[in-house]
């Protein structure tokens, strides 16, 4: 009898151990799921994309023109990804900052002076914006959301290649605008890494940097099958800008791209300066552009 009264104890006590265990990890999932506990902003509308996608809630998110996703209405703008208003930063009391390592340079020492965490998201191709996607699914119990998110973009890169199997290769001139100016964006550019992607070459590949300054001559001598054109920040002034410079500039009629009227505008909600969960359309886009006849 008094053995059965003991084995009825350690049943009840290994019971109540079990619940005390599933509760305290309930109680830890829903804590890191609690946007008040994480406290995080983010300042980049691509990292706020990307939050949204891995069901992540946020206390803080970048002014922008462009729609942000509908989970984060009523949310504090907290300004310009390139300036944010550190000051309104500071009063939201985060637990961690979200940039992106392009911005780093000109953020780190603003965030540092702070004391503000700031986690600087590498999204300089998509295979390090993917990379990226499973360590934050990770470190916010978002595994599965994450691994869905990068397993889909497997299977958009696999119909890629089944698309383009045996079409030759195209040479590819991209042009980053901004208001005023442009620069010539490199394989090593987010936009160079969707044309490698869809079996394009870029006609500037091996540089150590993803821009560089413009010499039109220097580039005819590249002679292109097809110039695509990325207008980034205010991009009607841009497209304007490229207009009047290929109409104007006579060394431009000289491209065989140009002779066969192969010249693309990119738009920029697709075809953004850094990676975005768009790559897969800006994929589809992309191919379209670079192997129709």
């Not at 002034?237 to 010249?263: G, L, P, S, T, Y």
Request: net charge negative; with cysteine.
């Amino acid at each position: 009898m008094k053995r059965k009264i003991l084995v009825l104890l350690m049943v009840v006590i290994l019971l109540l151990i079990g619940c005390s265990a599933e509760k305290n990890a309930k109680k830890t999932i829903k804590e890191n799921n609690d946007p008040e506990n994480n406290r995080i902003v983010a300042t980049t509308v691509a990292v706020t994309e990307i939050m949204d996608a891995l069901e992540i809630d946020l206390i803080g998110i970048p002014t922008s023109y462009k729609k942000l996703p509908e989970r984060y209405k009523g949310i504090t703008e907290v300004g310009n990804p390139m300036s944010p208003d550190m000051e309104l930063i500071m009063s939201l009391q985060p637990k961690e900052v979200m940039s992106v390592t392009t911005l780093k340079y000109d953020l780190e020492s603003v965030f540092d002076d702070a004391g503000i965490n700031t986690r600087y998201v590498n999204l300089e191709s998509i295979d390090d914006m993917y990379s990226e996607v499973l360590k934050i699914g990770e470190k916010y119990q978002r595994q599965e959301q994450a691994e869905k998110i990068v397993n889909e973009f497997d299977e958009k890169l696999i119909e890629i290649e089944r698309k383009i199997e045996g079409k030759p290769a195209p040479k590819v001139l991209i042009l980053m605008g901004v208001p005023g100016s442009y620069l010539v964006a490199t394989d090593r550019s987010y936009i160079g890494d969707l044309v490698g992607k869809s079996g394009g070459i870029n006609v500037f590949s091996g540089e150590k940097v993803e821009y560089l300054a413009s010499n039109t001559e220097y580039l005819q001598q590249s002679n292109p099958d097809i110039i695509l054109r990325a207008a980034h920040g205010m991009p009607d002034e841009v497209v304007e800008m490229f207009d009047k410079e290929f109409k104007e500039n006579d060394i431009w009629k000289h491209f065989d791209a140009v002779k066969n009227n192969r010249i693309y505008d990119l738009e920029e909600t697709l075809f953004g300066t850094t990676g975005n969960l768009a790559a897969s359309e800006a994929l589809d886009v992309m191919v379209e552009m670079l192997y129709s006849e």
